[in-house]
Nanobody, 126 residues
């Protein structure tokens, strides 16, 4: 079993920043790609960013490119999402997830991930 646990969400004004963290235990963390997803009310869950097992390859959804940065610290079994220049449309529950395959590249489909955190709320006010 793997249990990712997110932290760092909250309420911020438009233009502000937040840093999300996800600590994952129960699986050799450094062997797996990780992803950040979000889900707004009435919408499907979508990928925000993903990072390969080594951290050498990243993927960003087009609306967050240049504003969000995903990174990982394998020594701490933690992945981060730095969010800058936040917009009201970034408001959602943000989830951390562990990809299914060993040593894989970052992927953007929900079904590519098999362990999910409980989510953390991010609210951006205008």
């Amino acid at each position: 079993q793997v249990q990712p646990v997110e932290s760092g969400g909250g309420l911020v004004q438009a233009g502000g920043s937040l840093r999300l963290s996800c600590a994952a235990s129960g699986r050799t963390f450094s062997n797996y790609a990780m992803g950040w997803f979000r889900q707004a009310p009435g919408k499907e869950r979508e990928v925000v960013a993903a990072i390969s097992w080594s951290g050498g390859t990243t993927y960003y959804e087009h609306s967050v490119k240049g504003r969000f940065t995903i990174s990982r610290d394998n020594a701490k079994n933690t992945v981060y999402l730095q969010m800058n220049s936040l917009k009201p449309e970034d408001t959602a529950v943000y989830y951390c997830a562990v990809e299914r395959g060993l040593y894989s590249s970052p992927r953007k489909m929900v079904d590519d991930y098999d362990y999910w955190g409980q989510g953390t709320q991010v609210t951006v006010s205008s």
